[in-house]
């Protein structure tokens, strides 16, 4: 499961063209939430909102190797290096790859922040609402246990989805809101 945010330009586009552009490095979209307007967290909180979705995926990559596509992905996109936290045109970052556990300099998965950051958490129990860490911890506990400070608003429908051959759409979430809309 991938994660995406965006807070600088057309957020939505943004979104939008890191959907398109996963298959042309190995990523197939097999699913997208709803898109998300969240407020920013971390060390920068004076800077624009966010968009948020999450993307339920597949694919070949190790987690070295995906971490290196996403990153590739980002800057082809128009990610520049900046602060931490700070406002940023695409993020791209991997949330869990199947039941892969792993602590490494470059990358932890599940994603360290994964069950602390409503953003992430809401649009992903979207996709699947019984989802849990490989650990057994189930995102659905976490959330509820989370303050309801940080906004997580409904902004959109799913992004666009295109087979990788015929191009007509694919995917869907399941109806569920988790949105309090």
């Known amino acids: 499961m991938l994660g995406l945010g965006s807070n600088v330009g057309d957020r939505r586009l943004h979104l939008q063209r890191a959907v398109d552009a996963l298959p042309t490095v190995g990523v197939r979209v097999l699913a997208s939430s709803s898109v998300?307007?969240?407020?920013?967290?971390?060390?920068?909180?004076?800077?624009?909102?966010?968009?948020?979705?999450?993307?339920?995926?597949?694919?070949?990559?190790?987690?070295?190797?995906?971490?290196d596509a996403a990153k590739r992905l980002e800057h082809e996109l128009g990610r520049r290096e900046g602060?931490?936290?700070?406002?940023?045109?695409i993020d791209i970052d991997i949330l869990l790859l199947g039941s892969l556990e792993l602590r490494?300099?470059?990358?932890?998965?599940?994603?360290?922040q994964l069950l602390s950051r409503r953003f992430v958490l809401v649009p992903a129990l979207e996709?699947?609402?019984?989802?849990?860490?490989?650990g057994g911890d189930r995102l659905a506990d976490a959330l509820a246990a989370l303050a309801l400070e940080e906004?997580?608003?409904?902004?959109?429908?799913?992004?666009?989805?295109?087979?990788?051959?015929?191009?007509?759409?694919?995917g869907s979430p399941p109806d569920t809101d988790l949105s309090g809309r």
Not at 47 to 57: D, E, K, T, V, Y
Not at 83 to 89: K, L, T
């Open 83 to 89: 602060v931490r936290h700070g406002p940023r045109a």
């Open 151 to 170: 906004g997580v608003r409904w902004s959109g429908e799913p992004l666009h989805l295109r087979s990788d051959v015929s191009g007509e759409e694919i």
């Open 36 to 67: 998300y307007d969240t407020d920013p967290v971390g060390e920068v909180l004076d800077q624009p909102s966010f968009l948020n979705a999450c993307l339920r995926i597949e694919t070949e990559f190790e987690p070295l190797g995906m971490l």
């Open 127 to 134: 996709l699947d609402f019984d989802l849990s860490t490989p």
């Open 104 to 112: 490494h300099e470059r990358i932890s998965l599940p994603h360290e």
